[in-house]
């Protein structure tokens, strides 16, 4: 299973910091790029935000247990 050093360093780097919602700029960009028709680097920045957020909620609900208590 997961070692516990490593389930701390996610908890506290990865799901205990603010960047997550600094990562809410790239679907933002990706729509106002799809605004002004330049729809391929729209989707682009839209799709690598699903990526990401999808991976780091994965992570966080069946990988890792993190009490954020």
Same mark, same amino acid.
């Given at each position: 299973m997961i070692s516990e050093k490593l389930n701390l360093w996610f908890c506290d780097n990865v799901v205990g910091q603010p960047w997550q919602f600094f &990562? &809410?700029?790239l679907p933002l960009v990706g729509a106002f790029l799809y605004g002004r028709e330049r729809k391929k680097a729209g989707w682009i920045l839209i799709?690598?935000? &699903?990526?990401?957020q999808v991976s780091i909620s994965f992570?966080? $609900? /069946?990988? /890792?247990?993190? $009490?954020?208590?």
């Open positions: &990562l &809410l700029i799709g690598v935000w &699903l990526v990401i992570l966080t $609900n /069946f990988v /890792f247990s993190c $009490n954020m208590e």
